[in-house]
Every structure is written in structure tokens, then in C-alpha cells.
């Protein structure tokens, strides 16, 4: 490889690097590289109203983000174990299909945040014994109901989740920590 004369980054290239360094902890004394900023991009001008008519503000085009997704914290994790802490509600989604318990879970979670609750367990099972022919097929709840408490709809409700005791359910049930009604945590 040719360490002499390099040819100079592209303002591309200077921001895609930029992008990359910022998921990176930089070395000791070593900065991590800031992106130059995008040059302006020209706004063409706004219309005129036509007589009569009133001209309204464009509206903003970003979403708010969402909030973060966390683990339960050890301390309840432990209290949770130990029996000292129970979930204030429950709800079992065993034998339902995946379409029903998508808007069981998500009604369910809905009610128990409006009812303050904090704390909730959800059944999903394990699977039947009998699907070990076809692993894909084992526990389709229990695989498919972290996916859906992470999905947009459910991050205003949700702060996070673990896997259940195995008092309560161990493998086939997770415990689910509501945010308080109004957005807070």
C-alpha cells in the first residue's frame, strides 16, 4: 500500500466518517471528528395566497422521538424473585393466535397503564412439546411478544421487560414495566 500522497476526503466522505467515528469511544487524548455542515440548500419562494384565501404555515415534518427502551433495574429484578414485589395485573395469552394476542396484549397494556399500574405480567407460554419437529413453529408468542412490546405503538407504554421468575412462568412469561400515564416514567 502507497503511504505517500493521499487523495483528500470528499465532504461525503467527512460526513460519513463522522457518522462512524460518533459510535466509537475515541483513545485517550485522540477527539473524535466533527462534520463539516451541510451547505445550504436553496428554499424556493412561497407563493402568494390567492385573494380571499389565507396561507398557512408549512408544517413540521419531524416525529418526536421515541422513548428509550431500558432493563428492569436489578433491585426489583431481585424483589421480583424473592416474591417481595407482585405484578398488579395479568394476562395469559395462551392459546390465542398471534393476531389476537397482538390486540389482547395491547389493549391489555393500554388498560393497566390507565389504571396506574407499573408492573405487569404476560403469559405467552412455551410452546407445545409436541412442535420439537418443528422448533420454528415452538412458542410463537414467546417469541413474538418482545418484538412487539418494542414496536412504536407499545415504546409510549413500555419502559422494559425481563423474563419471569420461574415461580411465575419463567420462559413462557415476561414481566412488563409500564410507564405512568402521561409519559413520565
Sequence with gaps: MNRGRRRPLTADERRLWAEVARSI?????????????????PVPPVPAPAPGRRLEPPRAQTRPALPPLAPL?????????????????????????????HAALVGFLRRAQGS???????????????????????????RM???????????????????????????????VRLRRAGGGA
Design 73 to 101: 433495574e436489578p433491585k426489583t429484578v431481585r424483589a421480583l424473585s424473592r416474591g417481595q414485589v407482585r405484578a398488579e395485573s395479568v394476562i395469559d395469552l395462551h392459546g390465542m393466535t398471534q393476531a389476537q394476542a
Design 116 to 142: 396506574g399500574h407499573r408492573l405487569v405480567l404476560v403469559v405467552t407460554g412455551k410452546g407445545r412439546p409436541e412442535d420439537h419437529l418443528r422448533p420454528s413453529d415452538r412458542g410463537v408468542l414467546r
Design 25 to 41: 469511544k475515541p483513545l485517550p487524548g485522540r477527539t473524535v471528528p466533527v462534520a463539516e455542515p451541510e451547505p445550504a440548500v
Design 145 to 175: 411478544v418482545p418484538h412487539w412490546l418494542a414496536l412504536p405503538e407499545l415504546r409510549r407504554i413500555v419502559i422494559g421487560w425481563t423474563e419471569a421468575g420461574p415461580r411465575q412462568g419463567g420462559a413462557g412469561a415476561l414481566y
